[in-house]
């Protein structure tokens, strides 16, 4: 090989390192740039531009939607089995609410509920949806208490708005709301999420109480 080639492989070669160099350098100093950023360093970037990276927003149902959907179908199913089904085998009408209340809490601790922390994006997000949140066997007990809570209330509903109706059509033999799954199931739901609203009022007036005890301690 000539002197003339050999300088020139040297060249090659050491232009070569030069550029790898060059190019470490350029993306350390990106990588710096990009561990150190935050708001008071980073260019102000329009909302239509960032529209296009974040792609189209798909529609959401809300988790209240998908909560009170759930327990309308459960609630429905148990007026169609436990009040319907069976309504021909159980003559007492105190009988026959006490069975449905209690298949009402059951199903609710071991179905609905279940069903409900399977729907969760992150654990724990629908809690608030429910009497009692938590998994534990006594659940199972409260939530039978529950129900016979939640019948006794949409038993009420129905008496209330049904002699309201007689008292204004003056027909005993069309209630204005019939004991079926589909409007059983929202009345039930309403009064559940009725007392878990009542719940969760109570919890925040104890919360705020303690606090403007301990303010008070403290002054």
Not at 30 to 44: F, G, H, I
Not at 96 to 113: H, I, K, Y
Not at 137 to 164: E, K, Q, S
Not at 191 to 201: A, F, S, T
Request: charged share 20%; with cysteine.
């Amino acid at each position: 090989m000539s002197k003339k080639k050999k300088s020139d492989l040297r060249q090659q070669k050491s232009g070569g390192q030069e550029k790898v160099v060059d190019y470490y350098d350029l993306h350390k100093e990106a990588v710096e740039d990009l561990a150190t950023a935050d708001e008071s360093n980073s260019p102000v970037v329009s909302e239509e531009e960032l529209e296009k990276y974040r792609g189209k927003k798909r529609f959401q149902i809300p988790a209240a939607v998908k909560v009170i959907f759930v327990k309308w179908w459960f609630a429905g199913a148990v007026c169609f089995f436990f009040y319907m089904g069976l309504g021909n085998y159980i003559g007492d009408f105190l009988d026959q609410m006490f069975v449905f209340a209690f298949a009402l809490g059951v199903v609710t601790d071991l179905m609905t509920n279940n069903v409900i922390r399977f729907m969760e994006p992150t654990e724990g997000e629908f809690s608030k949806f429910m009497m009692f949140p938590k998994k534990k066997c006594v659940n199972l007990f409260l939530n039978i208490i529950h129900g016979f809570v939640v019948m006794i209330l949409t038993y009420m509903v129905y008496a209330v708005i049904n002699g309201i109706g007689v008292a204004v059509t003056g027909n005993s033999d069309m209630p204005v709301l019939a004991v079926g799954p589909v409007i059983f199931g929202l009345v039930s739901v309403g009064m559940d999420e009725l007392l878990i609203g009542i719940k969760h009022l109570g919890i925040a007036m104890v919360r705020d109480a303690k606090k403007a005890a301990v303010a008070a301690g403290k002054k």
